[in-house]
């Protein structure tokens, strides 16, 4: 995925054509600072993947659901993959088109439910029986009817981290496998269900597509014995989950994880495919851009203290994971394992720990690489901290998409 767009200018860290110190001095630090050319490149690699294939490309919204994010990729082309009756709101505000979103998640409340059956969405990501007869109750009431896929479990390992594994047995996402041609009939008897798909997705950040081909295969078997009984299936939809290279890590392109389902598309060609791409299109096509507060030193370990906490970016803190950080000012410097931390009261607030990375001063900005995905999205106001600003950079202009957060947001709601 395209990282083409955050590139040092001698010594200067630039995003497409600013000048990244100049947006930390303008609109202040801690930043989230989007590419449109990297987000446009992203989403183009999965269309040009697709190319020859009926589909539709659900950008998986809580990945980074700024209202610009998602109008601008509304208008590449994609649809929303939504997991809230928030999301729901936030993908009709910009304008999808109702009939390219899926609603997928385990917990889908009545209320959501009424919410997106009036929207007339695609499609339920059903995840369990009682869902589904919730389902069917809630459009009875309504006097629609809902149409719907299973979310199967395939049981397959996806190899990546424990949490945002999903696809192996005992997750709490998906219908086992073996129980979905019961579920299949039950909805297919039901006149207020309307079996349209089959869906999976088996977790994130994955780095091989190994797991997405024995996930087809599983699938494979499952459309033939519904095929058998008559059950139509009309949309497949697999997911989202390819990685990105937070450190290293090889990631297989779109259009090798297109590949991985070729046999079963070739197999059933009047399917038309899903993709719930999320951290992919985003995770690279954003920094968030923080400053040093003050360099700490003591008898143990050498600590850059600066503006940006777990709250702004949780993903080392709940991850473990790596994200590059580099100095927006490259000038050589010297260079000092050191723990990047934030002002937060938790021994788990760091975003990156014994790092090898140029030394800067007080003041100085630093930029966190890979930053798009589950980011600002994840972040939140622990320690009564405001959250950060969103910037949306394209070329050699820039504006404000989500403006930073005041003492007054902070407390709104709240009574004595
Ligand atoms: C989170 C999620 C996605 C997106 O996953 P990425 O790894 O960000 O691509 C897609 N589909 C569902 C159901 C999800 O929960």
Redesign the pocket.
């Known amino acids: 995925m395209s990282q083409a767009a955050f590139h040092y200018q001698g010594e200067d860290l630039w995003v497409e054509g600013v000048s990244l110190a100049e947006l930390g001095a303008t609109l202040g630090t801690p930043l989230y600072v989007y590419s449109t050319q990297a987000l446009k490149a992203n989403f183009q690699a999965y269309q040009l993947a697709l190319k020859n294939q009926p589909s539709l490309i659900a950008y998986?919204v809580?990945?980074a659901s700024n209202l610009a994010i998602l109008h601008l990729l509304k208008e590449e082309g994609a649809g929303s993959?939504i997991?809230s009756g928030g999301e729901l709101k936030r993908a009709l505000q910009v304008g999808v088109d109702p009939q390219k979103i899926v609603f997928?998640g385990v917990g889908k409340t009545a209320e959501e439910m009424i919410q997106a059956l009036k929207a007339g969405i695609l499609m339920f990501?059903v995840e369990s029986a009682p869902e589904m007869r919730l389902l069917a109750a809630t459009a009875r009431e309504l006097g629609k009817k809902a149409p719907l896929a299973l979310r199967v479990n395939p049981d397959v390992d996806p190899q990546t981290h424990p949490y945002i594994a999903t696809g192996f047995r005992e997750s709490k996402f998906g219908v086992p496998i073996e129980e979905a041609l019961a579920l299949y009939q039950e909805a297919t008897a039901d006149p207020y269900l309307e079996v349209v798909g089959l869906d999976c997705?088996i977790g994130?950040?994955l780095t091989s597509v190994s797991p997405f081909a024995a996930a087809a295969e599983r699938l494979r078997a499952l459309l033939a014995r519904l095929a058998a009984v008559g059950v139509n299936i009309q949309l497949l939809d697999v997911?989202?989950?390819?990685g990105i290279n937070y450190h290293g890590e090889e990631i297989p392109s779109p259009q090798e994880l297109v590949q991985a389902f070729g046999e079963l598309l070739a197999a059933y060609p009047g399917l038309r495919l899903i993709l719930?791409?999320?951290?992919?299109i985003v995770g690279q096509a954003a920094v968030l851009l923080i400053k040093c507060l003050y360099n700490k030193v003591t008898p143990f370990k050498r600590f850059v203290i600066t503006d940006g906490a777990m709250s702004d970016l949780i993903r080392p803190s709940l991850y473990g994971s790596y994200h590059e950080i580099k100095p927006v000012r490259a000038a050589g410097r010297p260079a000092a394992k050191v723990n990047v931390v934030g002002p937060i009261c938790e021994s788990g607030d760091f975003l990156a720990q014994d790092r090898e990375i140029p030394l800067v001063e007080s003041g100085e900005f630093l930029a966190v690489f890979g930053a798009g995905?589950y980011g600002f999205a994840m972040s939140s106001n622990y320690n009564s901290r405001p959250r950060p600003a969103e910037a949306l950079v394209d070329g050699a202009r820039f504006r404000v998409i989500r403006a930073r957060e005041t003492l007054e947001d902070l407390t709104r709601g709240e009574t004595i």
């Open positions: 998986s809580k990945a993959d997991v997928s990501n997705h994130s950040q997911g989202g989950g390819l719930e791409p999320g951290r992919s995905a």
